[in-house]
């Protein structure tokens, strides 16, 4: 079996991740390159990495490079990519800095894996958001159709990156030790400081607010659920918004997702639509996956599955997925992994 | 002004609320009962409260009723409310028994204040999820009608009583504990032991069950939102359902409202029902409430009120509120007030 020369770049809380999901799922590596800012090693569950610094590297022979880093401007996407793929890489980004171009293929590979072949040197994986949704809703969209989507969700601090995480922690421990010598009826839960990372307190507390506000007031997080999903199916006509909010929860995000089929389709067709569809695990009645029991586990867990009596053709369901590895690593590798199976 | 002979029967999260909300908003109070399970002596915000039994109890004499204790067969409201109203007290129930029986008028002021005179001795107060929706889009369905609402919750531990509560707090220092050794990699946030309170571990965590599963697999929580609704409206023809979480906060439920109006409306004047509806207060934009900042208040906060583009007449809202206040005691204060002001 061919194996193949493969860059990391970035190594936050997706980096990490990535290294762990190339791992797991024994990907095909010949020569493994660590980038990031700057040179350091690091270590990933016991193992050793070698970090080389981004500015200045030479990423000759690199055939598969997994970006991780930041986003914008001075990002590693903008920054190095074109390098990259100039050297000859095949990028695939987990950033959002080129989602929406042309020629640059958006892939969830349980909806449409086809994309990815044609590349131009960029592959472009999803929103963690978007991903989970995707991925829970890939059967319904192929055998019947969607014509309206209505996600709200309930993200995880991870979300935001390692800081943001070890801020749910750290407040949450602040709280705890103000209140150390009160009774429950005298707890203080809301701390006096400034906050940084998120708009106010996590702990204890939701947050309506992911990404910055832009057209229509909505935030960024809630249109790239919207644009991401009319790309990744293809589809324009499927109407669609999103709310998106912040829980204290550190890792995988929870959605509910009403949904209607452009088809008829009935509940047990529903069902077994997603069923059907390759990493998505369907609960049994009546159970539900736990964010807390979902982190580190690789497929989108779908729970919840019922009608809307009031309107036909209308579902609702309840996905929760790590938003480190299908969200994000796990998806990149996913993709790493088709496109060298190839077409 | 005439003041009223006032019993308050329960003194849990609810109860004690009730007492506060009576003091705070001055409600013309001549004697106060209050009774529980087991006589007492209780102290909320340092004042004293005897708590008689309510076996064996002689509610002769009492004209306004306030009922807060548990539900079912063997709670109060079942076992009591009867012998209150046959000895002249008007009661306003605030548990599930009653609320959709006929000739109980279920009332949230803003709504349907006028169905408070149809009583029959008992009115009842609906549940603290429907309560805040119905509040925040009460100007908008006398303007506009409502054809269509989705909501998804975001429920404070509270919602369940105060032990409710208390478990939130009792597992985030357990986990707390159990990492006090440990850096933030290597945090264990799952903790072994068996749960009794909620289905799972609510630290750090979101659990999409509040009540048991019935029709449809909806829960009893997401139909009290859709028959509620119906009901407080007069309306059967608002096509409405709903997905209930519980999140990892103390108090104040956070909502995602979704819904579609009958008349046109732009967003202005969506935004002007809102603002014009008394108890509501409408953030200014790009601010919104936290469920942290609203304890303890008296409003309903709405925010993030924006149009969906993709489908006409159809918006989304973002509503907290202290579900104990608002979602409790203090509608059924407010429904005593207009009582007592008359038709």
Redesign the interface.
């Known amino acids: 079996m061919k194996k193949y020369n493969v860059a990391v770049v970035g190594v936050g809380a997706v980096g990490v991740e990535l290294l762990r999901c190339l791992k797991q799922r024994n990907f095909p590596v010949a020569d493994l390159r660590v980038f990031a800012r700057s040179a350091r090693e690091i270590e990933v569950d016991k193992d050793k990495y070698q970090v080389e610094a981004l500015e200045g590297s030479d990423p000759q022979g690199i055939e598969i490079a997994l970006f991780a880093g930041t986003e914008g401007e001075k990002g590693a996407s903008r920054m190095y990519s074109k390098k990259f793929i100039e050297a000859g890489a095949v990028v695939i980004d987990n950033g959002a800095d080129f989602r929406l171009e042309e020629n640059v293929p958006l892939v969830v590979p349980e909806a449409n894996r086809e994309a990815i072949f044609d590349h131009q040197g960029l592959i472009a994986n999803p929103n963690c958001t978007t991903i989970q949704m995707i991925a829970a809703l890939a059967g319904v969209y192929k055998q019947f159709g969607l014509s309206?989507i209505?996600l709200?969700s309930?993200q995880a601090t991870s979300g935001g990156g390692k800081k943001a995480?070890?801020t749910?922690?750290e407040e949450?421990?602040e709280?705890?030790e103000q209140n150390k010598d009160r009774s429950?009826d005298g707890?203080k839960?809301?701390l006096k400081k400034e906050f940084s990372v998120f708009s106010?307190?996590i702990a204890?507390?939701?947050?309506?607010?992911i990404g910055g506000?832009t057209e229509?007031?909505?935030t960024s997080e809630e249109w790239k659920v919207v644009n991401e999903t009319h790309k990744i199916f293809s589809d324009e006509n499927i109407?669609?918004?999103a709310?998106c909010?912040r829980?204290?929860?550190?890792t995988s995000h929870?959605e509910?997702v009403?949904f209607e089929t452009e088809k008829d389709a009935d509940l047990d067709e529903i069902k077994k639509a997603i069923r059907d569809t390759e990493g998505v695990v369907l609960s049994s009645?009546?159970k539900?996956p736990?964010?807390?029991?979902t982190?580190g586990k690789e497929p989108v867990f779908v729970?919840?599955?019922?009608?809307?009596?009031?309107?036909k053709n209308s579902f609702?369901l309840?996905v929760?997925a790590d938003n480190l590895k299908k969200g994000a690593a796990l998806n990149a590798v996913q993709i790493a992994e088709e496109l060298i199976k190839g077409k």
């Open positions: 309206r209505l709200t309930f995480a070890m749910l922690w949450t421990t709280v705890v429950f707890l839960k809301k106010g307190q204890f507390n939701v947050i309506p607010q506000f229509e007031d909505y109407k669609i918004s709310t909010a829980v204290p929860v550190f929870s509910a009403y009645d009546y539900y736990f964010p807390l029991d982190e729970s919840r599955v019922r009608r809307d009596p009031s309107v609702w309840w929760v």
